[in-house]
């Protein structure tokens, strides 16, 4: 039976300046024999008092020191969402997102509209990973620098900033011999629409290689605060539920369906087979067999070389046992544009 029920990924309360209280679909481990410490998501649908511009995100009883977020607009337009901050506020966990739209078509301009979207929280500070899993994440902040991060191998992430709009982090002790796992990245910025992709992606036996750009607008190179999250037979939270998935569109001519190559980009728990397919310009669709389950989350990543942004086309299907998403990109001026693009789903 196709299960699309928004209260059921989401239980929320939504007042006026836009809060919106999480409960269903949250977590929280204080022990530390894990990853991860703590970790909620939700899915934000239409709030009660519509508010354009920011969006406040209530993880009730995550409250933490560190951590990342991670977002994905899910708008059939033009649409993509960024973080602004994070922090706590007695025992919760506040998330502060901020959504915007192309205004006019191709016109590289952007105007604060709000959007439905995902939204992801999670904070780990030491725990044991399975042998050949790993897990990672980064929160970078112009004139802070690292202000967040974590290695499931307990080495060192190291960020460099050679130039504007650009980083590359090294997550040391995280190699492989081949392509494997996921990416996901996020904007961070509290006042104007930047969007930050995943640039390049280098693996090594020694570490992880991932090249971060970040734009004003349509063309501007632009130094703003990101996240970025690896994970290799892990869920995006560094958990390992008993559904979640991986995978990656880089194979954009081919309609499809076709299985994302190497094996190890093409992640399923339920050890099902992930397929892409095409559908029209700028909108593919990921079928994740056999991990469909409720409460759940999915987040998207565009991947180089063009720059732009991609979002969930709308709420994906969870049709148990079976997951579809549909993902639409668009070029810097919102044009729709066949992208390489990283989605990453998990349940509960």
């Known amino acids: 039976m196709l299960k699309r029920s928004v209260t059921r990924r989401l239980a929320a309360a939504i007042g006026a300046a836009g809060l919106v209280t999480t409960m269903a679909v949250t977590s929280a481990a204080t022990a530390q024999a894990a990853v991860p410490d703590k970790w909620g998501f939700a899915f934000v649908d239409t709030p009660r008092v519509a508010v354009r511009g920011q969006v406040i995100v209530r993880f009730p009883n995550l409250a933490a020191r560190a951590g990342v977020v991670h977002v994905t607009a899910v708008n059939k337009g033009p649409v993509g969402c960024q973080a602004q901050k994070w922090l706590p506020k007695g025992p919760d966990e506040l998330v502060y997102v901020r959504c915007y739209k192309a205004k006019g078509f191709g016109s590289g301009r952007f105007v604060p509209v709000f959007s439905r979207f995902t939204a992801l929280f999670t904070t780990s500070s030491k725990g044991s990973i399975p042998a050949g899993a790993g897990y990672g994440y ?75 750009e970040c734009i004003l607008g349509h063309a501007s190179p632009w130094d703003t605060g990101w996240t970025l999250s690896h994970q290799r037979e892990t869920s995006i939270t560094g958990a390992r539920p008993d559904k979640f998935a991986y995978t990656f569109n880089n194979k954009t001519p081919q309609p499809g369906p076709y299985t994302p190559a190497p094996a190890g980009i093409n992640f399923n728990s339920q050890s099902g087979l992930n397929t892409i397919t095409g559908t029209e310009r700028g909108l593919r669709a990921a079928r994740l067999p056999l991990v469909g389950a409720l409460p759940d989350i999915a987040l998207v990543t565009p991947f180089r070389p063009l720059l732009g942004f991609c979002n969930l086309n709308g709420l994906w299907a969870t049709q148990v046992p079976d997951v579809s998403a549909r993902v639409g990109c668009f070029d810097a001026r919102g044009v729709p544009a066949n992208r390489a693009w990283l989605i990453t789903y998990t349940t509960s």
């Open 138 to 212: 980064v929160h970078f902040q112009p004139g802070h620098g690292i202000v967040a991060k974590f290695n499931s191998s307990g080495r060192a992430i190291t960020v460099r900033h050679p130039f504007a709009g650009h980083w590359t982090v090294t997550m040391a002790g995280l190699g492989s011999d081949v392509q494997a796992g996921g990416v996901q990245v996020t904007a961070v910025n509290g006042s104007v629409p930047v969007r930050c992709q995943l640039q390049d992606w280098t693996w090594r036996p020694a570490g992880q290689v991932f090249d971060i």
